[in-house]
């Protein structure tokens, strides 16, 4: 096959020194960990319990968006928000037009996941790339969907996202929301909560999922009052400033099994 595994001796194993403290430490070490464990459970089920609440809360105000079964006003997406495409033509950046640092973000599929923006991977082109592509440059207020591979995720670029210059990769679109008719918040709540039933209508057994703007033309989204929208959007912000601070209390249960770990284990 071209080359081979390799395998550690059975007798090589028989003299490697394995530490065996007596039991009372054994139990100690098991306890200690098995509680860090238990806690980190606990704050992700936190997190989750959070997120159904955000659901639920949505529910009671404006009903299921797939049913709709308030009969709120419904309208495609294309009446209260521009779907705006990335630069796809010959100037699109290739390999050698990305660099680790740069002037303008160049968004990849690894930046936009499921609970929004992820920034440890980035890729950047110069000022001079940028200048040449036409569309998918991001204002703030903008929300990114990604439209390929993995459809759906969503990410809100607000102030407190660090970069000032960000432009989409064609695997996504930005949508730019007509504030006058719908909430940002309250559309992306409304999104992920569409989101299985929009994937069952687009599934056409490719191997790579997509969803064309023709089909989010066809989106239904319902649009109740803008004051409703901005109540809601309030208690999703008080949500999150809870999830925030259990994530961070999960963190640092991490970092603390970590060093115990190292403590226990070497």
Not at 116 to 133: A, N, P, R
Not at 171 to 197: C, D
């Amino acid at each position: 096959m071209g080359g081979s595994l390799t395998r550690a001796q059975p007798k090589q194993i028989r003299r490697y020194p394995v530490p065996v403290p007596d039991k009372e430490e054994q139990h100690f070490v098991v306890r200690n960990l098995a509680l860090l464990d238990h806690l980190i459970s606990l704050r992700h089920r936190q997190a989750e319990k959070l997120d159904e609440l955000v659901k639920a809360r949505f529910v009671e105000m404006f009903g299921d968006p797939v049913l709709n079964c308030l009969h709120t006003e419904a309208c495609p997406m294309t009446e209260i928000c521009q779907i705006i495409d990335g630069d796809r033509g010959k100037n699109y950046p290739k390999a050698e037009d990305f660099f680790d640092k740069g002037d303008c973000l160049f968004l990849n599929a690894k930046n936009v996941t499921k609970a929004g923006f992820d920034f440890e991977e980035c890729m950047f082109i110069t000022k001079d790339k940028d200048k040449v592509l036409r569309k998918g440059k991001l204002q703030r207020g903008d929300i990114i969907l990604t439209t390929r591979g993995t459809i759906g995720n969503l990410a809100f670029y607000t102030d407190d996202v660090p970069y000032s210059d960000i432009r989409i990769n064609s695997g996504m679109v930005i949508l730019r929301m007509n504030s006058k008719y719908i909430n940002p918040i309250y559309f992306i709540e409304q999104f992920k909560m569409q989101l299985e039933n929009i994937k069952r209508k687009i599934a056409n057994g490719t191997a790579q999922p997509q969803l064309p703007i023709s089909t989010m033309n066809k989106i239904k989204v319902i649009v109740p009052d803008i004051r409703l929208q901005a109540n809601f959007a309030n208690f999703v912000h008080e949500v999150d400033c809870e999830k925030e601070r259990i994530q961070r209390s999960a963190a640092l249960l991490e970092t603390l099994k970590r060093s115990l770990m190292q403590q226990y284990f070497g």
